[in-house]
């Protein structure tokens, strides 16, 4: 982890919950990031946001989340404003990095939700990082951030509650776990592994590498990639 602390001024893990799995059509309901540094835990956001008028929350979202239309039309900020809060944690970063837990679904609503606002910048100087894809290295299926959280033997510092802070928090704690396993994780920036089966879901993003990761633990996905590239 040391490396990344040092290759990086600002490392942010972030998460969404949405309201489906649609890019572009669905729309964030609470957005969450924390920063990270050499001692943990830096700075954090977390927002609830309101929906477009006339939509609504589908059910199995709110079974999901615990979040009901009610709640986001009482809590929930507009969406410029949640735009706000994410981008100052990347002011003044001149190497930033960018980790979710399973990234491209997360980064593809991102770039749909920043764009109205002009924010797109802050995406442009960023690294990426792909806790999933790591994940999927270390162990076999399942691989639900669940998984990652019990296999780690984090489940009394982290919890998958399907809320945006928690998440990415249980994300952050997971990084450091994996780090400490195997130092590895420069290896994999801006690498996204996906199943073959159903390739690449929504926006590829034009400065990462995808490549189609094994089902079952095989070699390190960089050293496949290395073979194809």
């Known amino acids: 982890m040391e490396d990344l602390l040092e ?14 799995i649609e890019f572009g059509r669905d729309e964030i309901i609470e957005l969450g990031a924390v920063c990270l540094g050499t001692e943990g835990e830096t700075d954090s956001m977390n ?22 239309d009610a709640q986001l039309a009482a809590e929930g900020v507009e969406k410029e404003e949640a735009s706000r809060q994410f981008c ?6 001149e190497r930033p ?6 990234a491209q679904f997360d980064l593809n609503f991102l770039y749909y939700f920043l764009r109205p606002f002009q924010r797109l910048d802050v ?15 270390r162990r076999d299926y399942p691989h639900k951030l669940c998984n990652a959280i019990a296999a780690y033997g984090l489940e009394d510092q982290a919890v998958n509650s399907h809320r945006a802070v928690d998440d990415a928090r249980a994300a952050a704690m997971l990084l450091f776990a994996m780090a400490a396993e195997k130092n590895d ?21 034009s400065s990462v590498t ?6 079952q633990r095989t070699r390190p996905l960089y050293e496949l990639s290395a073979d194809t590239l």
């Open 7 to 20: 290759q990086f001024d600002r490392i942010v893990i972030f998460d969404t919950e949405t309201t489906g």
């Open 47 to 68: 927002c609830l946001l309101r929906l477009t008028d006339g939509r609504v929350l589908p059910p199995f979202i709110t079974e999901l989340t615990g979040i009901t």
């Open 88 to 93: 100052r944690l990347l002011d003044g970063a």
């Open 97 to 102: 990095l960018l980790v979710a837990y399973n």
């Open 123 to 137: 995406l442009k100087a960023a690294r990426f990082l792909d806790a999933l894809t790591v994940y999927r290295d």
């Open 185 to 205: 994780l420069l290896q994999y920036l801006d690498l996204f592994g996906y199943n073959a089966r159903y390739g690449v879901s929504g926006r590829k993003i």
């Open 210 to 215: 995808y490549r189609a990761q094994p089902y």
